[in-house]
């Protein structure tokens, strides 16, 4: 076979950008979730994925939570699912449980915390 009758090879394009992560300053890097940004912090992303799962859910359920994510992966859906809970604080309740008791509290005392 002749060199001008040979097929041509693909070439691969490699760029600097490839060999070397970006490293971007942000509160929220990527299209990650906050659940999965704060779970990975957290090192619970660690390791290999072994646990098995599996569910029947609602799919308006799943359908919700695949469009907040933006992936339609079930795999992706439960990882951010588990990582929201996995990671969720008790502000949220502690603050819906105080609702009324600090405006209850005299104006005086208030003035005196420092907030």
Same mark, same amino acid.
């Given at each position: 076979?002749?060199?001008? *009758?040979?097929?041509?090879r693909a070439r691969?394009?490699?760029?600097?950008?490839?060999?070397?992560?970006?490293?971007?300053?942000?509160?929220?890097p990527?299209?990650?979730?906050?659940?999965?940004?704060?779970?990975?912090?957290?090192?619970?992303?660690?390791?290999?994925?072994t646990?098995?799962?599996?569910?029947?859910?609602s799919?308006?359920?799943?359908?919700?939570?695949?469009?907040?994510i933006?992936?339609?992966?079930?795999a992706?859906?439960?990882? *951010? *699912?588990?990582?929201?809970l *996995?990671?969720?604080?008790?502000?949220?309740?502690?603050?819906?449980?105080?609702?009324?008791?600090?405006?209850?509290?005299?104006?005086?005392?208030?003035?005196?915390?420092?907030?």
């Amino acid at each position: 076979m002749t060199e001008s *009758a040979r097929k041509p090879r693909a070439r691969r394009w490699t760029s600097a950008r490839a060999s070397k992560p970006e490293i971007v300053e942000s509160s929220l890097p990527g299209s990650e979730t906050v659940g999965l940004y704060v779970a990975g912090r957290m090192g619970l992303l660690v390791g290999a994925k072994t646990k098995h799962v599996n569910a029947k859910v609602s799919p308006a359920l799943f359908d919700a939570a695949a469009k907040r994510i933006g992936k339609k992966s079930p795999a992706a859906v439960i990882n *951010a *699912a588990l990582a929201s809970l *996995a990671s969720e604080d008790d502000v949220g309740p502690w603050l819906a449980r105080q609702w009324g008791v600090l405006a209850d509290i005299d104006p005086e005392l208030l003035e005196q915390i420092d907030l």
